[in-house]
Nanobody, 126 residues
Framework: QVELVESGGGSLQTGGSLRLSCSAS????????MGWFRQAPGKERERVAT????????GTDYADSVKGRFTISARGKMLYLQMSDLKPEDSAVYYC???????????????????WGQGTQVTVSS
């Protein structure tokens, strides 16, 4: 079992930066893949960034809409999302998610993740 708790959301203006944090419990095998997802009102949840927590150099992946602006990282039982040059379209509830070692090693291709946090709101105003 994995519990995930996000923090760091807030309201800010276009062009600002924010770092989201996710504190995770549970063993390493249950957190093999971790990621950030977001959902805006009236829209489907979308993948933002994923990371494979085995330390692989090629273990991160980003949605095209955030490439070059967001950076995902993991250290111990913490997951981070550094967001810069934020835009109003980045406004959403951001969720931290984790999935176990079973399944594709390409974390961004996994259809769903087993464990989810409660989410943290990010609001970007123009």
């Amino acid at each position: 079992q994995v519990e995930l708790v996000e923090s760091g959301g807030g309201s800010l203006q276009t062009g600002g930066s924010l770092r989201l944090s996710c504190s995770a419990s549970g063993d390493t095998y249950s957190r093999y893949c971790m990621g950030w997802f977001r959902q805006a009102p009236g829209k489907e949840r979308e993948r933002v960034a994923t990371i494979r927590t085995d330390g692989s150099d090629d273990g991160t992946d980003y949605a095209d809409s955030v490439k070059g602006r967001f950076t995902i990282s993991a250290r111990g039982k913490m997951l981070y999302l550094q967001m810069s040059d934020l835009k109003p379209e980045d406004s959403a509830v951001y969720y931290c998610a984790a999935d176990g070692v079973s399944g594709s090693y390409r974390c961004h291709l996994r259809g769903d993740y087993a464990y989810w946090g409660q989410g943290t709101q990010v609001t970007v105003s123009s």
